[in-house]
């Protein structure tokens, strides 16, 4: 196969099972069990990045070709599972993978025998290589744990809005926070931080998706619960969020005075924290649908935004679509590496924004890379996390991931070179 060719066929390839990692730092006392290939351990262990504070969170059922074979799983299943609830775990979350989406294993038939035997909650999310991007992995999560509660009545489900997707105690703080600020009735969080925190759901629900990828989890929020799905920009940077609060504000008929001011000095740091980069090129290269706000929020601090790729698009992404083609970024859906790379190099991007196993090709192609895996560990939602997404970490002391940098520089020379520093 010719160079040309090789570069041709490889679009994106990053597992959703990395979804495990950045989730299980958020959400206490679950345990993933994946159920595949020795490969699977290492998408897994490459999103988590470094052992969370709650201990090990996921176990790997390997499968042997004799079960491979036979679909003779259950007992090496059950000894993991009782291992887990011994050590803490509330919910056993049963992962699949492209072994099991070729065999056409039922995991729901696991899951019901194994939560029957245990006495514990045990759902089932199937995910597979096949999916089109890393965030596909959180959204199948989120949708297994709908199946855990069941549709509220008026009386017992939240009138208030519910924030749809994970985030980190500190995020949760301050999302709850800037609502209560502008007088936003809080419903809470779902899934939230733990088994005990997950937020009721009812009709009278407004249900408000943090990222681009739950297209999944809203389907079913919307049909089993009947709640309201909020359509905004997600609150990713100043602009996002300005739009996101401003969305939930004109569904509630409340006053938006608040939030001009509170919008107006998040947008002042994150320009100033973004100053280094005004005079850079940049083109991001998605796995998992964040890369849409991500260039919506740099194009709307003013970085020349070279083009974004994704590898699919949904229905939740109009406002998205819509802002991005008035800031003039182009939007590709499954684009031709190879092209990309092309353009690139022909446009002299300074900077690209490529998930994980991407970063060396790109590096050794001569960009500085930034692995988008890494805005996935980032206190990044909200007005006051604005200034976090623009703010370098050169060395990955905040998310375990630095940037790639080309071979034929030295690190303090990119600093200068590039403009990544103070």
Known sequence: MSE??????????????????????RFENIHFISIGMRECAHFIQMGLSRRGEHGLCFSLALLEEEEIATGEIYEPLLEIAKEAVGGGAEIIVL????????????????????????????????SSGFFKGEGEGEDIIISALLELISP????????????????????AAVLRAEMEALGISFGGFFPGNSPSDMARISKSSLVAPLYPYLSKSLRTVKNIFGATILSSL??????GSED???AILRKLSLDPAPLAEMAKEAREEA???????????????GSGLIELPLARLFADLGLGVFEVSTPSLNGSLAAELN?????????IEGADLYDQVKRAKEAGVDLVFAH???????????????????????????????????EPDLYGKLTGLAPFYPKELEKDQVITIKGLGR
Not at 4 to 25: D, K, M, N, Q, T
Not at 234 to 239: K, Q, T, W
Not at 323 to 331: F, H, N, P, S, W
């Open 4 to 25: 040309e060719a090789r570069l041709a066929v490889c679009y994106y390839s990053w597992c959703p099972l990395a979804a495990i990692g950045w989730f299980s730092r």
């Open 95 to 126: 992962m699949g993978s492209c072994a099991l989406e070729i065999m056409k294993l039922d995991l729901k038939s696991l899951v019901k025998r194994l939560g029957e035997e245990l006495g514990a909650k045990v759902v089932a999310a199937q």
């Open 152 to 171: 509220s009545s008026d009386v017992q489900g939240s009138r208030g809005v519910v924030l749809l997707g994970s985030a980190s105690k500190e995020t």
């Open 234 to 239: 997600f609150p990713l940077g100043a602009d």
């Open 244 to 246: 996101f609060y401003g």
């Open 271 to 285: 320009g100033e924290r973004a100053a280094h980069l005004m005079e850079k090129t940049i083109m991001i290269i």
């Open 323 to 331: 802002r991005l083609k008035e800031l003039g970024v182009e939007v």
């Open 356 to 390: 994980l196993s991407l970063a060396n090709f790109l590096k050794e192609s001569g960009f500085l890379t930034v692995p988008s895996a890494a805005y996935l560990r980032l206190e990044m939602l909200g007005l006051a996390n604005s200034k976090n997404i623009v």
